[in-house]
């Protein structure tokens, strides 16, 4: 990493308000290239407000946010950026296949009049198989399990071949199948050396993985460091990390829960 | 074709195909949005633009094009300014539109509104050829937005956040939308009028996806349905002397219907599509046949049931 490259992401004092409401209470974050950060926190805590912010997608009412050293709004280069949002379900009502969910990933890299590249038609491929779903873009995504549904997003950030990525809660509420999956496709962006903020309620598997940890509480960054070690009860053998980790996680149910923002 | 011989049913009959190829082509981009209501507001705001031509003896089909496109971005910027309030903005929209319609016409030199009822709910005759020609360039116009931003709009359509992530520009997009559907809903009024424009838009888009996987299929098999529609709800008028519009979007409910019934006949004939298709799928290649037993309960509701049970 050369110290002249400005960081992924930069936030000085972040505050933002949703409905009138603090959420963000001034948050100071540098992200560099390369890392792999978790953002934890309990339900509410902030954590997709945070992402969603980071992203220039709220403005903030406070501080300042740069995104590989230019300000948000202004911003362009958003090929390098890949952004798996918390989502129930795909939008809308009418039918798509994961193929052409998966597809709109490239939209960036596309020019308008041109079609579909034989790279862009690649690139969607591997994200597929990725994620572990080769050979099933011809299903329609409203037919998909939830942890199918999450992978299908994954994806779709896949696709566009990002140096960055900003994941909120991919792992909520997904099957172990899903899980193994996101952890190798986790493992091999990090190879590749790319960027990844995570948005998690819980790190299970993908705890090796991380870098760095936040934690956040009412909208402040309460740890900020190492990711928590599996020291004391956690290093008891039989211990299988399905529970979240550190006091400033509080809440969450085996595998936490899908809240709607 | 006997029918064809009359000059004016020739018109109508090419004004209801580029209809029927349009709305559909919209109004699948609408509905995904979940806007299906949107194509209602233009309507009525239309009317309003109507009237107005009619007062300045002008041609109300480009006064309605010029209200309507005005309409339809202060309807999307009503939205886009948020949630609350976005649909009390939008009736608004409706009752202005219609009592300044009605008002405007009473107004205009030996005006009545027998003659914005042409204009409600469509009226094969009263296509003159310089009104053909309006739609056609409109209808052209529609099909062309849609075919070189689609992919742009079905992901705005598909997740307004992810398309402001991926660079798109958000609020052309969406004001782009929502002025194609303007011109749409002027393209469709005088086959079907003002009243059932949106019908056009979201029925045979509602008939399409009981049948079909993906996004490309639907707007392709609605426009089959929606110029099916068209020319047989046109036909019928003629030959019974009806109103189109109520003839057309009849059709397209009997459509509707027979697409329900056929998804149901699929679904007890083959596979039952539902949540999990991918591991299912997986489970069958393995050899196992069982029954299914499968609940149809959406992924989200699911999720941490099935989360928990492994
Ligand atoms: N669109 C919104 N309008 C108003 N308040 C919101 C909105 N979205 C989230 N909030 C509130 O902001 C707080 C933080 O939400 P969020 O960032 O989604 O938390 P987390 O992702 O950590 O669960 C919560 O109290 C939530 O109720
Ligand atoms: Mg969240």
């Known amino acids: 990493m050369t110290p002249r490259k400005p960081p992924v992401f930069a936030m000085t004092g972040g505050e933002a308000r949703l409905d009138g409401r603090l959420v963000l209470r001034g948050v100071d974050l540098r992200v560099p290239a390369g890392e792999v950060l978790a953002v934890l926190g309990a339900n509410g805590s902030g954590k997709s407000t945070l992402v969603r912010a980071l992203l220039g997608l709220i403005p903030l009412s406070g501080g300042r946010t740069e995104i590989y050293g230019v300000p948000a709004a202004r911003f362009r280069d958003w090929r390098r950026i890949g952004y798996v949002p918390q989502r129930l379900t795909v939008g809308g009502g009418v039918p798509a296949t994961v193929r052409e969910i998966v597809s709109s990933g490239r939209v960036a890299r596309q020019s308008r009049l041109r079609p579909a590249s034989r790279a862009d038609r690649a690139a969607v491929d591997r994200a597929l198989a990725a994620v572990g779903l080769a050979g099933h873009g011809h299903h329609s995504a409203h037919q998909l399990s939830g942890g199918e549904h999450q992978r299908v997003l994954i994806a779709r950030a896949l696709a566009g071949e990002p140096d960055a990525f900003v994941m909120d809660e991919p792992t909520s509420g997904v099957d172990a199948a899903s899980q193994a999956a996101l952890a190798g496709t986790l493992r091999a962006l990090i190879g590749q050396g790319r960027t990844v903020v995570l948005v998690a309620h819980e790190l299970g598997t993908l705890e090796p993985l991380i870098t760095r940890c936040i934690v956040l509480d009412d909208g402040r960054v309460a740890h900020d460091g190492a990711p928590p070690k599996p020291v004391g009860e956690h290093a008891l053998p039989g211990h299988d990390h399905v529970h979240p980790h550190g006091p400033a996680v509080p809440d969450g149910g085996p595998l936490g829960t899908w809240d709607r923002t | ?310």
């Open chain 2, 1 to 310: 074709m006997s029918i064809l011989t009359f000059d004016f049913m020739r018109r109508a009959l090419l004004a209801a195909v580029l209809m029927g190829l349009a709305a559909p082509a919209v109004g699948t981009f609408i509905v995904q949005r979940r806007l299906a209501l949107l194509g209602d507001g233009i309507g009525h705001v239309a009317l309003t633009g109507v009237a107005f031509g009619l007062l300045t003896s002008t041609s109300p089909i480009l006064t309605a094009v010029i209200v309507s496109v005005f309409g339809a971005i202060a309807i999307e910027l009503l939205r886009s300014r948020g949630r609350t309030g976005g649909d009390v903005a939008l009736a608004l929209l409706f009752y202005g539109g219609i009592a300044g319609g009605v008002l405007l016409t009473n107004l205009a030199p030996g005006g009545d509104t027998g003659s914005l009822l042409s204009y409600l709910f469509g009226s094969i005759s009263s296509v003159s050829s310089r009104d053909l020609y309006v739609v056609a360039g409109l209808a052209v116009a529609v099909v062309a937005v849609i075919a070189i931003f689609g992919r742009e709009l079905f992901l705005l359509c598909q997740d307004e956040e992810v398309a402001r992530a991926s660079g798109l520009p958000v609020r052309f997009l969406s004001l782009l939308l929502a002025v194609t559907a303007a011109l749409t809903v002027v393209v469709a009024m005088r086959v079907v009028g003002l009243l059932l424009v949106s019908a056009l838009m979201v029925v045979p888009v509602a008939a399409a996806q009981q049948l079909t996987r993906g996004f490309r299929t639907t707007v392709g098999v609605a426009m089959v349905f929606g110029v099916l529609s068209a020319v047989g709800g046109l036909y019928a008028g003629y030959q019974r002397d009806l109103s189109p519009g109520p003839a057309i979007v009849l059709i397209a409910l009997a459509l509707f219907v027979v697409a329900v019934a056929g998804r149901s006949l699929i679904r007890t004939l083959g596979v039952r599509p539902g949540p999990g298709m991918l591991r299912r799928a997986r489970a069958n290649g393995r050899g196992a046949r069982h029954p299914r037993h499968e609940s149809t309960t959406p992924a989200s509701a699911r999720s941490d049931a099935e989360a928990t049970s492994r």
